[in-house]
């Protein structure tokens, strides 16, 4: 089973915003996190990856000013990272969960609100998901 909690989470760079991801964590224990509007840089972010401990990786795409920002947390006792790409409204990781002979592509993603950006960002996700046609996918994340 993959546990993923998905979370807009307006901002992440507050103490009080960290501590409430921790809280969510210890409680459902998921084995990914996908986090939205992260509005960080990657000087927060580090200082996440600090807080949560040395099982988790942090994937990020850092926010434009206040705008955007996303953060993919894996727990790497229960998911092995095969691969990882980022771009500016998702990213995308095949894991492999623990004790399981299949993989999945995960995608994160923050959807952008310009025409224009919005079709730019679904031709890169439809090449990202041609290139992988038989894949169990998983899509989480904000469309607007």
């Given at each position: ?28 224990s998921p084995k990914m ?112």
């Open positions: 089973m993959m546990n993923i909690i998905s979370w807009n989470s307006r901002g992440l760079n507050s103490q009080s915003k960290q501590r409430i991801l921790k809280r969510k964590m210890q409680k459902y996190v996908f986090v939205q509007e992260t509005k960080c840089n990657k000087i927060s972010i580090d200082s996440l990856r600090l807080k949560l401990g040395r099982y988790y990786e942090v994937l990020e795409v850092e926010s434009q000013g206040r705008v955007g920002g996303l953060a993919t947390v894996c727990d790497s006792r229960k998911i092995h990272l095969l691969s990882a790409e980022a771009y500016k409204h998702f990213i995308a990781l095949e894991v492999q969960p623990s004790g399981n002979s299949s993989s999945f592509l995960c995608i994160n993603t923050y959807s952008p609100q310009k025409l224009e950006d919005k079709i730019n960002f679904l031709l890169s996700l439809s090449k990202l998901l041609a290139r992988q046609p038989n894949s169990n996918c998983i899509l989480g994340g904000i469309s607007t």
